[in-house]
Structure formats: structure tokens, C-alpha cells
């Protein structure tokens, strides 16, 4: 596993130095029967940050996320949350814990036949010690205005849309000020434009409360705007951990599988994918190249990322196996990071 | 004939309210039971369940007649006859409180997951979880368990003529089959489908309702 320096990436982003471990996971470990689900895992996540478990599907990442608020058990290992070892609490023990945490679940989980106030004033009703009606009111009302949902709350929620309904599911998460969010795919149901929209959404409310966010998702797009760190997981295993830019710009073999699928492969050639640093231009680069090198390349992709605060751009070109030697040579020359498509490099003999 | 079909159908109906009523509330009490213990229950207790499914499907697989009769002696004891309308109520609430059940459990497993889920992760309690999300989320289609529940008991207590229970059943039976008297058979069961219409569309009219 790859730990990046942690205090330094958060001082970076404006933290202080000395921070307190929100959750400390160490050696944990998890089966299903003779099947191991989680191994070894450790890493912590800091408090305030926007911490993401990517991976494939079935890699375990529902299943860690759970044992972070007890709603799983683990087999060996440790898991610390604010200091509490998770598998030693009792009942209500873990009940006072979840309290601390708020979830959001990726097909919302709200409860058909009530309505979007009721649901939001739900966790507030379950914690009830005497609070007023008056109280839970003006509370479930502060919520639906962070949520901006408001004007929706007589509404029941069957009539409303899914970035609506997963509005409310942030609404009800953050009832009872927790100080921890837990995300298990919040946005795989949503279409692109409301992804954004819940993205930003999470943004907020980490700034705004401090809030220390957990985000699980298969997504790259949402792990790259959203996320301080990530873990990815496969097979229950961690494969790296570290600032996402660094993982996402300077990617290890196991990261590069999992962010590379979505290029489809062009047969006779070899996709290269050409990173654009701030400093360069993407037009002249490619024309210039093409005009030196005297040849032709078809551009298969193509994206201006943005990783969290700042843009940068890249292009997947389509190289015939003849001329690979050559632009190869030339980008390098040009200072311009590149690299061979993971899945590619059978396509052509690579140039060392 | 009309003063033997009123007092034939008070009967039934006070077979029928008071056996759904009481077989209700136990047949509901035995499933929370059996979702609370069952394999993906909130409480998984694999023995508890086993015994409890177990004496339901024992319960369940007597014909009517045969446990109304021997329940005769438990009959006594609780209601301290043997026969009559009042009697046929006991052996009608021991033979639907698992049937009940079955339908409350079903409705109750069709709860989603998700919900409950969502509930244990802001920290309810497990007799919140069960009445206040699941039994709330169930409540539509408990309604219609319910319905169900009191059409079948209707159905049995025509049979509880053999204990004396009376009612509609019974009179289409003795008066309609026995002494030929088909005009009184069809009035009888006239009026057994206008009740079972009844009891089905106030079922599907909460059912809408609650929805
Ligand atoms: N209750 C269970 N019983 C047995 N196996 C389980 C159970 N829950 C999960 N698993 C297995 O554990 C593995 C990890 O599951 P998990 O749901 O954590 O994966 P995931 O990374 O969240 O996948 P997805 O992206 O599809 O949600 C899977 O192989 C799954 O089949
Ligand atoms: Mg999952």
C-alpha cells in the first residue's frame, strides 16, 4: 500500500497540522463465509476530510464502509472511530455512535409514505428527549433550506425526482449534526448534471460544518472532485492510498486499470495518453507535433479534468505502431508527461 | 325467513368480528416474532425461529373441522361452553392466528431493506425499527392481511355450525340443504358474498388510502 505524507498533504490544503484520526482502521479484516471480503486493511481518515473507497464492483467497499458504523461486524482487526473501538461498543453504545454518523444510500432509502418533512424530522423523532414540537420543526425547516428543498416539504416523496430524493436523504443524514457522513454511492443513480449538483452539495456541507466525509462510489469523476484522498480496494485488499491529484496524475499499474477502462481500443495502433500541465497549451502541442514529426494521428479521447481546484487537460492519441518510436521520443523531448493506455500494451512492441 | 337470515348474519358477523380481531392482534404479535428472530431478522435467533415456524406450518396444515373439534376441551376452558357462537370464536382465533402470521411476515419481508437500513444507521433501536418504519412502511398491505383474514374466518365459521356457532353458513346448510329449501340457500349465500364484498373493498379502499 502507497500512504502519501499525510500531514503534508492536508497542510497544503489549509488544515492544521496536528489533527486528531476521525477513524483509525488497523489489520482489518472481514469474511463471508471461507470468503475473505477485507484484508489487512489499515489507513485513517483525518478530520474534515473528504476521504474516497473506490474500486470495482464487489471489491468491499459497502461492507468497510458499514463496519465504520457497526451496521457490519469484523472478523480481526481494529476499528477506531473518535477513539471508540467499533466492535466493542454495545448496543447502545453503537446506537450513540450512529448518532455521530449520518449515511446516504445510493437508491435513498427514504420512507415511501411519508413525506419529505417527515422523513428529514425522523432521526430527530427516534433521538427525542422531550425537544418541543416547535424545536423539531425549526430544525427539519434549517435542514430542507440547506438542501434547498424547502417549497417541497408537504410533498410526498414518490412525486419527487432523484436528485431531490437524494437531497432529502442528505437532509435526514445530517439531522442530527453528526459529525461524520458516510456516502455509499450517492450519486450512481443520478444522471451526469445531477451528480454535479449533489457533488457540490457535499462540497458544502463539508466546508460549512466541518463535516469529515466518507465517500464510497465507482465513479473516477466523483472521486476527482470530491475527494482530499482516496483508497482504492480490489478484492478486498488495498492497492494505494494517497492525495487523489497525486494518484490520478502520477497513477500506480493498479490505479491506471481502474481509471483507464472507459478508452475503448482502437486495433492497429497504440493509445497514448498525453498529460497538458497548467503551463502548456494543448493546441499548439498537438499541431506542432504533427507538423515536425510529418504525420498523422487520430485523437481518440479527450478531457479537460478537474481535480478539485484546478483544470488540467490531457489527450488519448492513436499512434501507428511504425511511428510510436518517434512521437514517443518527441513528447519526451517536449518535457510532456505521457503514457501507454494500460490495456494497450499488447497492441504494438513497446518502446522502452 | 327474513328474521332467521338477520339473526344467521348477526352471528356470523360475531364470529367473524371478534375472531379477526383477536386472531389479528396474535397472528400480528407471532409474526413480529418471526421477523425478529428469523435469518435476516433484526434479532436472528436460527432455534427460536425454527420452533416458531415450525408450530406455525403444524398449526396451519390441520383442517378446520378437525381442530375445531379438538380444541373442544381448550374451547371450554376459555370460554366456558363448549358450543355456540360465542364458543366457535376460540378454535376460529387458534386456527387463524398463523395464518395471520404467514401474511403479516410477507408483508412485513416485503419492507425494503434499504429503509430499515437507513433507520439502524441514525441509530433506532430495534423496536423502533420494527414499529415505526417497518409495521408503519407494511401498514397498507397489513390492511389488506387483514381483509384476507376475516373472508377466510368467514369462510370457517360457516363450518362452525357443527358446534352450534349458527350463523349463515350454518343456515344455508340446515334450513337450504338438508330441508330443500333452495330459497333460502340462495338468500344465505346472497348475502355471504355481499358481506365478503364488503369486508374486500373497505380493504382496498384503506389500502388506497394509506398508500
Ligand atoms: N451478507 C453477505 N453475505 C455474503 N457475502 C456478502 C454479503 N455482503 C457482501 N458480500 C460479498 O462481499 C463482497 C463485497 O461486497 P460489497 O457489497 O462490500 O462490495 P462493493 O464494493 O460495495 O460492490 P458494489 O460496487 O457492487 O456495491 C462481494 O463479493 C459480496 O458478494
Ligand atoms: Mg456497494
Redesign the interface.
Known amino acids: 500500500m502507497r500512504e502519501m505524507d499525510l500531514h503534508l498533504s492536508l497542510s497544503a490544503r489549509g488544515y492544521s497540522d496536528i489533527v486528531q484520526p476521525m477513524i483509525t482502521v488497523r489489520n482489518l479484516e472481514k469474511h463471508y463465509g471461507g470468503k475473505s471480503v477485507l484484508r489487512d486493511l489499515s489507513f485513517s481518515v483525518q478530520e474534515g476530510e473528504i476521504f474516497g473507497i473506490v474500486g470495482r464492483s464487489g471489491a468491499g467497499k459497502s461492507t468497510l464502509l458499514r463496519c465504520f ?1 457497526g ?1 457490519t461486524t469484523y472478523d480481526g482487526g481494529s476499528v477506531q472511530v473518535r477513539g471508540r473501538e467499533v466492535g466493542a461498543l454495545s ?1 447502545a453504545g ?6 455521530d ?3 446516504v ?1 445510493q ?8 413525506n419529505v418533512f417527515e422523513n428529514v424530522a ?2 430527530l423523532r ?2 427525542d428527549a422531550g425537544q418541543s414540537r416547535g424545536t423539531i420543526e425549526a430544525r427539519v425547516m434549517e435542514l430542507l433550506e440547506i438542501v434547498d428543498l424547502a417549497d417541497k416539504r408537504l410533498e410526498r416523496v414518490q412525486n419527487l425526482s432523484g436528485g431531490q430524493k437524494q437531497r432529502i436523504g442528505i437532509a ?2 445530517l ?2 449534526n453528526p459529525k461524520i457522513l ?1 456516502c455509499d454511492e450517492a450519486t450512481s443513480a443520478l444522471d451526469p448534471d445531477t451528480t454535479l449538483n449533489i457533488l457540490e452539495l457535499l462540497q458544502d456541507v463539508n466546508v460549512r460544518f466541518k463535516l469529515t466525509l466518507i465517500v464510497v462510489t465507482h465513479q473516477r469523476e466523483v472521486v476527482k472532485r470530491l475527494c482530499h484522498r482516496m483508497l482504492l480496494l480490489d478484492k478486498g485488499a488495498g492497492l494505494c492510498l494517497g492525495r487523489t491529484e497525486d494518484l490520478f496524475l502520477d497513477p500506480p499499474e493498479d490505479l491506471r486499470r481502474f481509471a483507464d477502462t472507459e478508452y475503448t481500443f482502437i486495433p492497429g495502433g497504440l493509445n497514448i495518453r498525453v498529460m497538458f500541465p497548467r503551463a502548456i497549451s494543448r493546441q499548439a502541442v498537438i499541431t506542432d507535433m504533427a507538423r515536425s514529426l510529418d504525420l498523422s494521428f487520430s485523437i481518440v479521447g479527450g478531457k479537460l479534468e478537474r481535480y478539485r481546484d484546478h483544470v488540467l487537460g490531457f489527450l488519448i492519441i492513436n499512434v501507428a505502431c511504425e511511428h510510436v518510436e518517434r512521437v514517443c521520443s518527441y513528447m519526451t523531448d517536449k518535457n510532456l508527461p505521457w503514457e501507454v493506455l494500460a490495456d494497450d500494451h499488447d497492441a504494438c512492441q513497446r518502446p522502452e | 325467513m327474513t328474521t332467521m337470515l338477520v339473526s344467521a348474519l348477526n352471528e356470523t358477523l360475531f364470529m367473524v368480528f371478534f375472531s379477526t380481531l383477536f386472531s389479528a392482534a396474535g397472528g400480528f404479535g407471532l409474526a413480529v416474532l418471526l421477523i425478529l428472530t428469523g435469518p435476516h431478522g433484526l434479532r436472528p435467533k436460527s432455534r427460536v425461529y425454527a420452533a416458531l415456524d415450525l408450530a406455525v406450518n403444524l398449526l396451519r396444515s390441520f383442517p378446520f373441522m378437525i381442530l375445531m373439534i379438538a380444541l373442544i376441551p381448550f374451547t371450554r376452558l376459555v370460554a366456558g361452553v363448549a358450543y355456540g357462537s360465542a364458543a366457535a370464536i376460540v378454535p376460529l382465533t387458534v386456527a387463524a392466528i398463523p395464518f395471520m402470521a404467514r401474511l403479516v411476515e410477507g408483508s412485513l419481508l416485503e419492507v ?1 431493506q ?2 430499515v ?9 430495534d423496536s ?1 425499527i420494527i414499529f ?2 417497518m409495521v ?2 407494511a ?2 398491505a397489513i390492511i389488506l392481511n387483514v381483509a384476507v383474514l376475516a373472508i377466510t374466518l368467514l369462510g370457517y365459521s360457516a363450518m362452525a355450525g357443527a358446534i352450534g356457532g349458527g350463523g349463515l353458513g350454518a343456515l344455508a346448510y340446515n334450513e337450504g340443504y338438508i330441508r330443500f329449501r333452495a330459497d333460502i340457500m340462495f338468500c344465505a349465500v346472497a348475502v355471504l358474498i355481499v358481506v365478503v364484498q364488503c369486508i374486500q373493498s373497505g380493504g382496498n379502499h384503506l389500502y388506497k388510502k ?2
Open positions: 458504523n451496521l448496543d453503537l446506537r450513540e455512535l450512529r448518532r454518523m449520518g449515511m444510500f437508491d435513498f432509502s427514504l420512507m415511501s409514505r411519508k425522523f432521526p427516534i433521538w435526514r443524514a439531522a442530527l458516510l | 425494503d434499504g429503509v437500513e437507513a433507520a439502524r444507521s441514525f441509530g433506532a433501536s423502533q415505526r418504519v408503519m412502511e401498514l397498507p394509506l398508500r
